[in-house]
Each structure stands twice: as structure tokens, then as C-alpha cells.
């Protein structure tokens, strides 16, 4: 139990080097709140931070894959098997969305950014696939923050020691949810999901 919790809290200093890298690359909210072509411009401009983001986000997904996986072994010990198995069989997929939105983003359209640089105009095959990639974002923050929502539930009825967490992710995985249509740019929605993962990585080392 408390092996789980350690590789989950694996996450805080990765989610510390995604904002380091962010803000060295000036990847802000000002940054996507802008138009299409001055992304792939200011991409262009940093393409070492921005392949580092990709290579963060990819060790993000697979620490929260690797212990969240572990978590519903546990949860189905306790006898939620049934609830255990639909958290993750939401949550499996919504990681595999958001890989394949990280692969586009930070893959491709660097690919495209470099060669705005060299050309001077955007590839045309970018804007379908960054639209694409958008959507992959959506499935995973969905997927994911419902699949917590049913962890949550799941710990109340195993009456798991720490109540607060199982509360807390009921509610960041709402809190997620109600954010795709009440923000509509997203700006950060990304690691809300992220924070339930470290939630429960303390509540399996302190429980």
C-alpha cells in the first residue's frame, strides 16, 4: 500500500518540472489563449523546452498509471472489485487519449513549427491535427476525472481509512468535469486531473 502511495507522489516533482519547463519556455496561459500560427512561431522559437514538456507529460502518465493501477488491486481486495474495474476501465483509456494528444502536440507540431520557421506558413495538415489532439485532451480529462469520481465512491463503500481523500476525489473529478464547459480554453485543465493521484498517494502512506 504505502509502495503505491510513494510512486504516486512521484507526480509533485514531476508536475514541479512541468511548471519550471513551462515558464522557462513561456508556455503560460497567455500562450494558449493565443491565435494558431503565433503558437507555432513561439514553438519555434523554443523547441528544446517544448520537447522537454513532452517528456514530462509522458513520465507524468506513466507514474499515474503505475500507481493508480496498483490502487485498484487494492480497492478490489477490499471487495469493490466491480467499482474497482469501471475506475479503471474509464481511466486506461483517458491515459492512452491524452498520450496520443502528447505525441500531436509535442511531436508533430514541432515538426510543423520548424518548418513554419524554414517556409514561413504553417503546414496545412497542423490545423486537423492539433484539432484532433484537442479532442484526445477533452477524453482524457473527462475520462480520467470520472474515473476518480468512482474511486472515490468505491473507498466510502471499503470504508477506507482515510475518508477525506475519497471525498476530495469525488470532488476534484467533478471540479474537472463542470471546468471543460465552464472554461472553455482550459487553460490548466490538463493537471487538475493530477492532483487526485497525489491525494491518494498521501492517504495511502498516512492511512
Not at 49 to 64: E, I, P, R, T, Y
Not at 79 to 105: R, T, W
Not at 108 to 128: C, H
Not at 150 to 177: E, N, Y
Amino acid at each position: 500500500m504505502r509502495l503505491a502511495g510513494v510512486v504516486l507522489l512521484l507526480l509533485v516533482p514531476l508536475l514541479a518540472a512541468d511548471a519550471v519547463v513551462s515558464a522557462r519556455g513561456r508556455f503560460m496561459g497567455i500562450f494558449w489563449a493565443s491565435e494558431r500560427d503565433s503558437k507555432v512561431e513561439h514553438i519555434a522559437g523554443h523547441r528544446r523546452q517544448w520537447a522537454w514538456m513532452g517528456v514530462v507529460w509522458v513520465a507524468m502518465l506513466a507514474v499515474a498509471t503505475a500507481g493508480i493501477s496498483a490502487f485498484g488491486v487494492l480497492l478490489s481486495r477490499s471487495g469493490e472489485g466491480i467499482l474497482a474495474s469501471i475506475a479503471l476501465g474509464l481511466f486506461i483509456p483517458g491515459v492512452v487519449s491524452m498520450l496520443a494528444a502528447v505525441f500531436v502536440l509535442f511531436g508533430s507540431v514541432g515538426v510543423a513549427a520548424q518548418a513554419r520557421r524554414d517556409a514561413g506558413t504553417t503546414p496545412g495538415w497542423l490545423e486537423p491535427m492539433w484539432a484532433a489532439a484537442n479532442w484526445a485532451e477533452v477524453s482524457y480529462i473527462v475520462l480520467s476525472s470520472l474515473a476518480y469520481v468512482v474511486f472515490g465512491i468505491a473507498m466510502v463503500r471499503a470504508v477506507f481509512p482515510a475518508t477525506w481523500a475519497a471525498w476530495a476525489s469525488v470532488a476534484i473529478g467533478a471540479v474537472s468535469v463542470i471546468g471543460m464547459v465552464v472554461v472553455p480554453a482550459r487553460v490548466g485543465f490538463p493537471q487538475l486531473p493530477l492532483l487526485v493521484p497525489i491525494v491518494l498517494g498521501v492517504a495511502l502512506i498516512t492511512s
